[in-house]
């Protein structure tokens, strides 16, 4: 790799990326190239806990964000496996940044779910040449904000708890109750008085997501850019439920992204350490080489299955008028039984690396356990008990899961 020089003092640097890959197996390579950079100082900033503007820089100069943009227009025009992986990757360097693009890349995908045929066509070009980087207001548990109907818009005001990526965001999606039961969604620029930023994200896990809260005061919205809505009437379709499984493989690709960060970590780590029970390397020894290879084919075996989930997932991303709830409810079993082997898989990793990195390196300066607690604070996103349920039922009773916030 060539890196770009001069940096700007205290920059990370980072290759020349002006040339843009054309294939998906391209697309990976340069998510892997970005995943090197970002290696560079992760358990640092980790500790620093610092708003990642930089980190979102070099997801725009790398051409990671616009993943499904127009080619024409500056995108990658890539499809949700391509994008997996871009995330698992990322994830893997620092499983904060796997998340914020894996996030981004949900937004970017929204208005195909919810929107109308101009919304997408617009909203994509838009985002497409702006390079825009998406955030979110929305807790599908909440109805903490509310949206009114001012004539030709919309006026949002309340208050979100959990707001992934809004403080680095170009645009935010917003989601507001209307007329106390009814969910309305836009899309609005983050830079504006109305959003209100609670600087109050410190958690032990993903502490570069920036995912506090935030007050939304009076923020404006035209009629026109409320997805899905025409005349102000919302026609939702069976192809706009497949956002949750579409989102929890997601998940388990930035889980086993952080996994395989841990386990790379981990190798690197035996090559030069002395061994135990006679053995001069810690690489010779058997007990180490079993585990590596326990960790790396539970790993190994987690990824393929996300794999073929996902191309399992491009005949409902394909052809979204033909999904059906049945059809959908089976979709959303395959990617459950995912999640279910993906949190085992990354919290097992993330643990038992340090049954082969031994005592010494427990110190803060390798940041080991920053992998252990990225993956123990996102795991808990959904109660992963709820993923092997539906499997069973499936498998019991033939029943797939009715859509819902999390289902």
């Not at 998340?99 to 937004?107: A, E, V």
């Not at 997408?120 to 807790?139: D, H, K, P, Q, V």
């Not at 061994?275 to 990824?303: F, H, M, N, S």
């Not at 949190?343 to 049954?355: G, H, K, M, N, Q």
Request: net charge negative; charged share 25%; glycine share 10%.
């Amino acid at each position: 790799m060539t890196i770009t020089t001069p940096a700007p003092a205290g920059a990370i640097p980072r290759p020349d990326w002006s040339a843009r890959p054309d294939t998906p197996t391209g697309w990976i390579d340069r998510a892997r190239e970005v995943a090197d950079v970002l290696s560079v100082g992760a358990a640092e900033r980790d500790r620093a806990n610092q708003t990642p503007h930089e980190e979102i820089q070099i997801l725009k100069e790398s051409g990671l964000v616009p993943i499904f943009g127009p080619v024409e227009h500056g995108g990658a025009g890539q499809e949700w496996p391509t994008a997996y992986r871009v995330v698992r990757a990322v994830a893997s360097a620092d499983g904060s940044i796997g998340q914020l693009l894996g996030d981004h890349y949900t937004w970017c995908w929204l208005p195909r779910w919810l929107g109308t045929e101009e919304q997408i066509r617009r909203l994509e070009i838009e985002a497409t040449r702006g390079n825009w980087f998406f955030g979110c207001a929305l807790n599908p548990r909440d109805a903490d904000v509310v949206a009114t109907d001012e004539g030709d818009h919309l006026v949002f005001n309340g208050s979100k708890h959990f707001c992934t990526g809004v403080k680095v965001s170009d645009h935010t999606v917003l989601e507001g109750v209307l007329n106390g039961k009814d969910h309305v969604l836009a899309v609005v620029p983050t830079d504006q008085p109305g959003i209100i930023h609670h600087n109050n994200w410190d958690n032990m896990g993903q502490r570069l997501t920036e995912s506090g809260g935030i007050t939304i005061r009076d923020v404006r919205v035209p009629w026109e850019d409320a997805l899905g809505y025409r005349d102000k009437v919302f026609s939702p379709r069976t192809y706009a439920t497949t956002n949750v499984p579409t989102g929890q493989l997601l998940f388990c690709n930035i889980w086993l992204g952080v996994a395989g960060g841990a386990l790379r970590a981990a190798i690197e780590y035996t090559q030069t350490g002395r061994g135990w029970g006679g053995y001069e390397r810690t690489v010779d020894e058997p007990r180490v080489q079993d585990t590596i290879g326990d960790l790396t084919a539970k790993l190994w075996a987690a990824e393929a299955l996300a794999d073929q989930v996902a191309e399992e997932g491009m005949a409902l991303h394909r052809d979204p008028d033909s999904v059906t709830p049945r059809i959908r409810g089976e979709y959303k079993v395959r990617t459950a039984a995912v999640k279910a082997r993906a949190d085992e898989v990354a919290l097992e990793v993330t643990s038992r690396i340090f049954e082969v990195t031994g005592a010494r390196s427990t110190a803060n300066r390798f940041g080991f356990d920053r992998f252990w607690r990225n993956a123990r604070t996102h795991t808990l996103h959904h109660p992963v008990a709820y993923q092997r349920r539906e499997v069973g039922l499936y498998q019991l009773l033939d029943e797939v899961p009715e859509p819902g916030r999390y289902s």
